[in-house]
C-alpha cells in the first residue's frame, strides 16, 4: 500500500494535481484544461495512480487526507533533501581534507588544518542536526 503511494507521487504531473486539488476542487475537464494535457486517457491514468490520494465529492476531485499529507511530505522533500546532501557532503570534504593534509603536511594538519576544519564540522552539525531538524523523520 505506501509502495503505490511513494509510486503515485513520484511524477511531476501528479503532484501538479495535487498541487492544484489542495487549492480547488476541480472537475475532470477543468483538471484536464488547468494541467494542458490533451489527452483524456493521459489523465485518467493519472488520476487512476492518485486512486488513495483524491476522492470525488459532488462530481469533483478533491483531495483526501493521505493526499494532504503525501503533499506535506513532497514539500517536506523539497525543503530539507538539499540541506541532507550538503551535509553528507561537508563531512566528506572534512575527512578527505585531513585525510590529505595529514600524509601531506603532518605539522600544518595538526596546528592548523585539523582543528580549523573539526571546529566547523562541529558547528555545522549542531546547525544541520538541532537547529534545523534534517535528519528528523517526515
Do not use: C
Not at 7 to 32: D, G, N, Q, T, V
Not at 55 to 84: F, P
Not at 100 to 111: D, E, R, V
Amino acid at each position: 500500500m505506501e509502495d503505490e503511494k511513494f509510486e503515485a507521487i513520484s511524477h511531476p504531473i501528479r503532484i501538479k494535481i495535487l498541487e492544484i486539488l489542495s487549492k480547488k476542487a476541480m472537475r475532470f475537464s477543468e483538471l484536464k484544461r488547468e494541467l494542458s494535457i490533451e489527452s483524456s486517457g493521459k489523465l485518467d491514468f493519472h488520476l487512476k495512480k492518485l486512486k488513495d490520494l483524491i476522492t470525488i465529492e459532488d462530481g469533483k476531485y478533491v483531495l483526501t487526507r493521505d493526499g494532504y499529507a503525501a503533499l506535506q511530505a513532497i514539500y517536506t522533500i523539497r525543503r530539507y533533501g538539499w540541506q541532507r546532501r550538503a551535509y553528507i557532503l561537508n563531512v566528506i570534504i572534512y575527512i578527505i581534507i585531513n585525510i590529505l593534509s595529514a600524509f601531506k603536511a603532518f605539522n600544518i594538519w595538526l596546528y592548523l588544518i585539523f582543528p580549523a576544519s573539526t571546529i566547523w564540522i562541529i558547528f555545522y552539525s549542531y546547525w544541520s542536526i538541532v537547529k534545523r531538524g534534517v535528519f528528523k523523520r517526515i
